[in-house]
Each structure stands twice: as structure tokens, then as C-alpha cells.
Nanobody, 128 residues
Framework: QVQLVESGGGLVQAGGSLRLSCAAS????????MGWFRQAPGKAREFVAA????????YYADSVKGRFTISRDNAKNTLYLQMNSLKPEDTAVYYC?????????????????????WGQGTQVTVSS
């Protein structure tokens, strides 16, 4: 069992930056691939970024590539999402998620269906 708690959301102007953090409980954090997803009002939840258990493989949605960076510190049981050059269309609730499936440890999934544990979300609002 892993519990995830996101933080770092807030209100920022377009072009600004935020860094989201996701603190995980439990010793198994380093064994899981991790992902960030977001959900805007009236829209389906969408993939943002994912990272392998050791951090060597990362994937990004095309909409955030070059602006967002996912990283992890397994010693601190923490996942990060550095968001730069934010746009109003990045406004959403951001969720971190953990995938406990060993076969996907090295190649994280872009599908939310394959993530087992979820945080409660943190709101990011980007004003124009």
C-alpha cells in the first residue's frame, strides 16, 4: 500500500513556473513507476508525464514536452513535476499516481487505467 500526497499547486500568471511535489509513504516507492495526470473542469483526466522506477526513462504528453520535467528522489520518497512557461490551458487538478506492476517498472505507462495508487490532487490555475 502506498499513500500519495501532492503539494505545490497554486495560482500563477501565464509564463510562470510551479513545482509540484508528491510525497509517498511506504518503502516500495522506489520500486514503482510513477506518473502525473491532470483533469480540467468538464474534461477527462489526461496523461502529463511518467517516470521509471530509477528515473532513467521519462515520457511526456506532447502538450507539455519541453516545458515540464518529471523527476524523482527515491531517497526522499518524493516525485516532482517542474512546470515552466505555464499556459492558461495547463489549468487543472494535478494528480500523482503509482503503478505497482513490476513489468512496467522500466517502461512507465501513459494510461491512467494502469496506475494503482492516486493522490488527492493539487489545483494549478494559470491566469492569462
Amino acid at each position: 500500500q502506498v499513500q500519495l500526497v501532492e503539494s505545490g499547486g497554486g495560482l500563477v500568471q501565464a509564463g510562470g513556473s510551479l513545482r509540484l511535489s508528491c510525497a509517498a509513504s511506504g518503502r516500495a516507492f522506489s520500486l514503482y513507476a510513477m506518473g502525473w495526470f491532470r483533469q480540467a473542469p468538464g474534461k477527462a483526466r489526461e496523461f502529463v508525464a511518467a517516470i521509471s522506477w530509477g528515473g532513467g526513462t521519462t515520457y511526456y504528453a506532447d502538450s507539455v514536452k519541453g516545458r515540464f520535467t518529471i523527476s524523482r528522489d527515491n531517497a526522499k520518497n518524493t516525485l516532482y513535476l517542474q512546470m515552466n512557461s505555464l499556459k492558461p490551458e495547463d489549468t487543472a487538478v494535478y494528480y500523482c499516481a503509482a503503478d505497482r506492476t513490476p513489468s512496467r517498472r522500466y517502461g512507465p505507462s501513459r494510461s491512467d487505467d494502469e496506475y494503482t495508487y492516486w493522490g488527492q490532487g493539487t489545483q494549478v490555475t494559470v491566469s492569462s
